[in-house]
């Protein structure tokens, strides 16, 4: 462009000409379509129920619609792998998962059909404890009752991916406590619950929130220091603290929006918009009354942004590394 087309072009500017030009960024709306959401695992669990309730209030912080799409399977990869194969990078698509298990996944294997740098989680929902629960009809009512058990016999633990923050704190604890398990991937938390209530398998392991109120359970304890619910989950033991496990609190629901990279990097107002937008949420009462509303507890609600993700990221990455042996036997 010389100085006269230059000069013109700023003129147009200055007149709003070019607001309606094709290919012009000045002024044009975002979304300009409906948000599409890859959601990695079956409809009717913690993400599902999570998504909806915050996507149902930013809506109106960001000014357009979300649209979920489920894609289960092969432990959370088909969903990445359909989100990284198939997802524009205009910052219209994202991915909705819980960080833990899926980060997890890649620590046993690494996906092949794309690298873990070539996209990042951005706005994390809330940091859900993993826990270990059993049927109200199981001949074994506390966690010592299952210690004791676990020393005599193999339990068959019921757990939505093999590779998860709750599947590890239960082989950690298993291995420091000589119990011997078997961990039985269930595809899914409705799955997982079904599991141990018909008694198909002994216990299971899940984020809290997944597990906790639901007719037929009881949480006997969870990989945490702290029970921020005490009325939803009573007389839970404090797995890490009461028996020296060694690792920090695990955060096995620890839900998040992830990014292609090409997209933020393309369109950093757009990303800007939706880290903004995204952040205003957790101060909207709406979304307080959609979190209860949907059967969550607000307790756990932990607004995070790029930092705070990736600080869980890196965390749960450095202990699956560390126990990577017990994850993939």
Known sequence: MNNHERRNFLKMCAAGLVMGVPGIGFGASFPSRTMEVYIPTRAGGGADRNFRSFAGVWKNHLGGEFEPAFYPGAAGRVGYETYMGKASDDCHDLIFGNMGPEVLNWVVKQ??????????????????????????KSSMKTLEDVIAEGKKRTLTIATSRLAHPASLGMLVLANKMGMKVN??????????????????????????????????????????????????????????????????????????????????????????????????????????????????SWELIAPGGVDACNNYVNNITALGKEYRSLLAS
């Open 111 to 136: 996906p092949t059909s794309f690298s873990t740098d070539d996209y990042f989680y951005f706005l994390m929902v809330d940091a859900d404890p993993g826990s270990v629960f059993i049927s109200e």
């Open 183 to 296: 961990l039985v991937p269930m595809s899914g938390g409705k799955n997982t619950r079904n599991g141990v209530l018909t008694g198909e398998l002994d216990l299971g392991v899940l984020p809290a929130t997944t597990v906790m109120k639901r007719k037929g359970i009881k949480i006997l304890g969870l990989f945490d220091e702290k029970n921020l619910v005490p009325k939803k989950m009573p007389g839970a033991v404090l797995i890490n603290t009461e028996y020296k496990l060694g690792i920090p609190p695990i955060a096995a629901g620890a839900r998040a929006f992830g990014i292609k990279k090409t997209a933020a990097d393309k369109h950093p107002d757009r990303f800007n918009k939706l880290v903004e937008s995204g952040m205003k949420v957790f101060k909207d009462p709406a979304y307080k009354e959609a979190v209860i509303a949907g059967k969550g």
